[in-house]
């Protein structure tokens, strides 16, 4: 029982590593960003300082009556840092940072319903490590039959091909991270 709880303890902090690493390293290059950007600083400059912190961007179409925007952003899943640049004449006019995805702030239905979603993962999760027997993922004939070697061809040559597919397809909050974890 304690070894069990030991090892959930675990793949939890292995789990939360990467996101909360990914979103701290997002901050940190966003407000970086943030404060070398001037009101007036030519808006090709504003691109290559976000190319070179390795910052995603999003340009609007030019319209006449409204100013442009640039979006710059980076983090994890949901969990993304956003510069709102706004630019008339290819000068920058505006900026402000935002958290959250795409600076959107969440409606309180779809946080609780986040929370709901979280909690009840949890709870199917921790039955399946402290009571193993009766759930079939848990023996060694499911993983024999998953495992052979013609089906893990398949999965590493279907996994692979979208892993490096995905992010060019043009959608920006499709990493290799994103698209390698929604096969597994």
């Known amino acids: 029982m304690k070894k069990k709880a ?3 303890i675990a793949v939890l ?16 290059r966003i407000n970086q960003f943030y404060q070398q950007l001037f009101v007036d600083t030519s808006i090709e400059n504003s ?10 961007i999003i340009k609007s179409e030019e319209k006449d009556s409204k100013p442009m925007t640039l979006v710059v952003w980076d983090g994890w899943a949901f969990a993304r840092w956003t510069c709102f ?12 940072v ?14 609780i319903y986040i929370i709901c979603w979280t909690a009840a993962c949890f709870v199917t999760f921790f039955p399946f490590i402290m009571e193993r ?6 023996r060694a ?44």
């Open 85 to 96: 640049v706004s630019y008339e004449k290819n000068k920058v006019v505006g900026k402000k």
């Open 13 to 28: 902090i292995l789990l939360l590593i990467y996101p909360v690493w990914r979103i701290n390293n997002a901050k940190i």
């Open 133 to 138: 027997e009766p759930i079939s993922l848990a």
């Open 6 to 8: 030991i090892i959930l």
């Open 47 to 56: 691109e290559s300082l976000a190319q070179k912190l390795n910052l995603i």
């Open 98 to 111: 935002l958290f959250l995805d795409i600076g959107c702030q969440m409606a309180p239905f779809f946080k």
């Open 141 to 184: 004939e499911y993983w024999r039959f998953i495992f052979k070697p013609w089906r893990l061809m398949t999965f590493a040559i279907a996994n692979l091909s979208m892993t490096v597919i995905a992010p060019h397809t043009g959608d920006p909050t499709w990493d290799y991270f994103d698209v390698f974890s929604c096969r597994l």
